[in-house]
């Protein structure tokens, strides 16, 4: 069975950091681009980043540059969103997504999804 499990979401002030990981099983997550989107409700889901299966990195929002970066570990099959400089803004569900295909910031055309993880930027 394939499953992706978000963890390491969490309250956090302005300014602060937060690691983000995204556990995979049931497929080698090195195989596949890995993306993280958010979603603030009522709002649409946004692509914030992706690592494609050979390691570049996509960003998908331009208001993550130069704060946020994206890894990750093969050993563990595991990818993680580091985000610094966390802003008001970037409060929202954080998700991961996986897809065999290239990178995408558009959420349906991946395949697998975790059940996302809360982070709250507080000021």
């Known amino acids: 069975e394939v499953q992706l499990v978000e963890s390491g979401g969490g309250l956090v002030q302005a300014g602060g950091s937060l690691r983000l990981s995204c556990a995979a099983s049931?497929?080698?997550?090195?195989?596949?681009?890995i993306g993280w989107f958010r979603q603030v409700p009522g709002k649409e889901r946004e692509g914030v980043l992706c690592?494609?299966?050979?390691?570049?990195?996509?960003y998908y929002a331009d208001s993550v540059k130069g704060r946020f970066t994206i890894s990750r570990d093969n050993a563990k099959n595991t990818v993680y969103l580091q985000m610094n400089s966390l802003k008001l803004e970037d409060t929202a569900i954080y998700y991961c997504?996986?897809?065999?295909?290239?990178?995408?910031?558009?959420?349906?055309?991946?395949?697998?999804w975790g059940q996302g993880t809360q982070v709250t930027v507080s000021s």
């Open positions: 997504a996986g897809r065999s295909l290239d990178c995408s910031g558009y959420g349906p055309y991946y395949d697998y």
């Open positions: 690592i494609s299966s050979m390691g570049g990195d996509s």
């Open positions: 049931g497929f080698t997550s090195n195989d596949y681009a």
